[in-house]
């Protein structure tokens, strides 16, 4: 399973969460605490907004904790919205267009979790992406699929349905020709202004999530594991919950599917 944070907030300089804290995400990449995979060493990837509308993208291929062109990026750019990920195969291949954020647009998502048998329905996934968005299909993993379809759905106009929609008939799909677990979700996306959060599961194993406002950096930040252990005042998300955070302000609402009945 991989390991991710994204923050929302006053313009944070990336070092913050990345590399300073005692329990960063890059230290996370080889000593991950809430998840059965404590090394995250299948490629990592940043997605950040600052002056621009569409996301700035860097992707590679090594264990996060080995890349000094990473560490560098980290001390130097701020920005007020990123997504940072760093990544565990469960079965494709280590390749940069594989790695997490994926960005098509203004849009950037990453995914911890994993769809259960998604080799054997691969190409019924990928024949939900729509033709005019197939083209940003670069690799092979179902969060891609997942988040394309997503985009498909109406993710630009409204994010909760339109990933409801799209989580929906990937379970489905497992249902029907792959195996357990169907769905595993913690997912973070954006669109350059709000940052979502989901953490759903289709059994009772939904990976682990959590959030907190800080006061002295003016922002939100959105885990899948704490980055400091001393403080203690990190919000585990409910399972089933769909999160929106804009600059000043957390709301989440219920998220859930009815696989069965498409899967039937």
């Not at 390991?3 to 991950?32: K, V, Y």
């Not at 891609?144 to 106009?157: H, Y």
Request: aromatic share 12%; proline share 5%; net charge negative.
């Amino acid at each position: 399973m991989c390991r991710w944070a994204a923050w929302q907030g006053a313009s944070l300089q990336l070092s913050q969460i990345l590399t300073a804290p005692d329990h960063s995400l890059i230290r996370q990449s080889r000593e991950a605490a809430h998840c059965k995979t404590a090394i995250n060493a299948d490629g990592f990837g940043l997605a950040w907004y600052d002056q621009q509308p569409h996301p700035g993208l860097y992707r590679d291929v090594y264990p996060a904790w080995s890349d000094p062109n990473l560490h560098s990026l980290a001390d130097q750019v701020s920005a007020r919205l990123f997504l940072a990920h760093v990544r565990a195969s469960t079965g494709t291949a280590t390749s940069r267009n594989n790695c997490h954020p994926f960005v098509q647009g203004r849009w950037s998502f990453m995914h911890n979790g994993q769809v259960g048998g998604f080799e054997q329905f691969r190409k019924d996934a990928d024949m939900m992406i729509p033709a005019e968005l197939y083209a940003h299909r670069k690799g092979a993993t179902d969060s891609e699929a997942l988040f394309l379809v997503a985009c498909g759905f109406g993710l630009a106009e409204d994010p909760l349905p339109a990933m409801r929609k799209a989580v929906t008939r990937f379970e489905a799909l497992a249902r029907a020709h792959g195996h357990s677990p169907h769905m595993r979700l913690a997912a973070a996306f954006s669109d350059g202004e709000t940052l979502y959060a989901i953490r759903y599961a289709s059994d009772d194993l939904a990976p682990s999530l959590f959030y907190r406002w800080n006061a002295d950096w003016q922002g939100w930040s959105v885990v899948s594991e704490p980055y400091d252990q001393v403080q203690g005042d990190w919000i585990e998300v409910p399972k089933g919950s769909f999160c929106r955070f804009t600059r000043d302000q957390c709301e989440i609402t219920p998220f859930a599917c009815n696989s069965h009945v498409i899967a039937a």
